[in-house]
C-alpha cells in the first residue's frame, strides 16, 4: 500500500493485476512462439536433468541462477546447443527460475508447509503432453491498442483491444512487469503481470448495503439483497449454447475408439470447446461481479463449492467449480477495490439446507428440488433461499463467517466487524482481456 494521494476520501494502492490477451500471430511469428515455447521446454528439461544428478550425488540441487551460469557456460561450449541465440535468452532464465520455484514448493510440500495437494518432484516435460509456455521478464514489452510487442517477437496483433492497458501504461499508472505466452487448444495468449496504481475509496458508494450470493450451475448466480429484491445473472446466451456444444462433443469423444486419429480430434476439439466456455464465463463472471461490487458495501458467499450442489458429473462438476472459485477471487479483489467486503461464509454453513423464513434445517435436500417447501409455509426458490441465508448470516454477525488471511477493518456501525478476504486470481483463470490481481508468488509458478 502507498500513501494516500488526491482527495482525504481516497487512498493510492498499488495491486498486481494480470491482463491476457488471445493472439493472432503471423505465420512467422507463429514459428517463433513454438520455438520458444520448445526453447522454455528445453531449458526446463536440461536443469531438471542437472539437479536429478547432483541431488542423487550430494542431496541438493542448483538454484535458479546457477543453472542459469551452468547454461551460460555450456551453450557457447557445446556446439549441439548452438541454436539457443535464435530465442530470447530471457526464455531460458525464466524457466529456470520457474524449475527453482517447482523444486523449492516440492521439498515444502514434503514439510507440510504448503496447503494443497502433495506436489511430487518436478518431471521432465515432453512435446504435446505438457503446456506451451514462456516467459519474458525484461525487454520490449507493450501495447497499442489493437496489438502487444514482445522482445525477439515484435509487433504482434491482438483478437482483442488492448487499449485499457495501453492507456493506463501511457498515464504512467501501470507498469508490465513480466510477459507469460502460452497455447490453450491451439491458441496463443500473452499474460502480462502489471502494477497497477488505483484509487480505492476509504468508504463504499453505498455504505451499510448487502447482499447475499448464491452461485449456481444453471444460473451463474442468484442473489437477496438487503431491501430483499432478488438478483438473478442467468450467464449470457453464448454461454448456454456452449455447454450444450460441449456437452454433445464430450459424449461424442467418449464413443471414438482409443489410440485412434477420430479420438485424437475429437479432444482437440473438446479441448477448444472447453477454452470457449471458460472464456465466456470468465467475461460474464467479470461483468456480474463489477456490478455486485460496485452496488454492494458486503458481498456474502459461499466459501467452497457445498458438496452436492452441482449434479455429480465430472464435466459439469469441473467447470462450476472452476466457475466458483473464480467468481469468489473477483469478488475478493473487486469488493476491496470499491471500499467494501466479501464475506464467505464457514464451508459447513447449511446455506441450501436451511430455510431462511424460520431458520429450520433439513436433513436432505434432493439436487433434483429446485424449490424449498417449509412446514412454517415459506415456499421459494432454491437459490433465492440460499443466497437470503448467506444475507441473514451477514446481518447475524460474524461468528460463522471465514476469512482465513483477511485483513481486518472496521465495519458499519452497529455490525459486528467483518473480515475481508484479499483477492487473488490466476492469469489462466480469465480468457479474456479483463483485469483482474494476481498473487506475485502464483505468477511465478503458473508457466509450468
Ligand atoms: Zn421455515
Redesign the pocket.
Known sequence: MSSASGSARRSGATVIQAYRFALDPAPAQERMLRSHAGAARFAWNWGLARCQQRYQAEGRWYSGSELHKLWNAGKKADPALAWWAGNSKCVYQEAFRDLDRALRDFIASKKGQRKGKRLGFPRFKKRGRCRDSFRFSTGAIGCTGTTVTLPRLGVIRTHESTRKLARRLGAGTARILSATVSRTAGRWFVSFTVEVERAIPERHARPGSAIGVDLGVRTLLTGVDDQGTVVTVAGPKALRSSLRRLRRASRAHSRKAAGSANRRKSAARLARIHARVATVRADALHKATSSLAARYENVVAEDLNVAGMTRNRRLARAIADQGFGMARRMLGYKTSWNGGYLLLAGRWYPSSKM?S????VKAKLPLSERTCR???G?VTGRDVNAAANLLNLAASGAESLNARGGTVRPGPAGRVPVKQEPGAAHADQTGTASEQPLAAEQELTHAH
Request: negative net charge.
Open positions: 430455510c423464513g424460520c431458520g429450520a417449509c412446514d412454517c415459506l
